[in-house]
């Protein structure tokens, strides 16, 4: 089990690296949790907005005129909470609405599992069979978990309403 858990900081410490300098392959892989769209007014007037445009809580990076990758914005001493599963994900403009895909990392996911899994087994094989001990390990991981998850929803909110006011260049 110690191998997974391993393989998962590994990975984690990989998959972070590749977002910070945008590697498009891991914006397409992880655990799904956003996959909205948000209308978008073609009628308003365009002033050349480009999606590499960065704001003060997303990074962007542009794969082509209708498509970019996002992530939240790392600074590591901002006065903001920052969770073992920051969001990443891409943005599609198609027609008269935008896409937004948002995903959790894999790396922290394995991590995650593997400590409920260990936890469980530790638990087992140490002889004692008091539940609140399993119930306490699993509460802990899996409260890290949901807040975490909690607060990367309501902070992509954020994202939603930037999308909103944003002037798209003419497709």
Known sequence: MWVVAAAGLVLTVCEFIATWQFFPLVFRIGLRIVNRIVPWDQSR?????????????????ALGPDTCLFRASLTPFAPRLHTPFPLRGTITRRGNVIELDGRLPTGPV??????????AAGSFFSGSLDSSWLISGWGFALGIVVLSVFIETRRIRTLFDELRAVDWPAA
Do not use: R, T
């Not at 365009?46 to 990074?59: A, C, P, R, T, V």
């Not at 394995?110 to 936890?119: E, N, Q, T």
């Open 45 to 61: 007037p365009s002033h050349g907005f480009m999606l590499s445009d960065d704001s003060e809580n997303w990074k962007f990076k």
């Open 110 to 119: 394995i991590v995650f599992g593997g400590w409920l899994i260990a936890w």
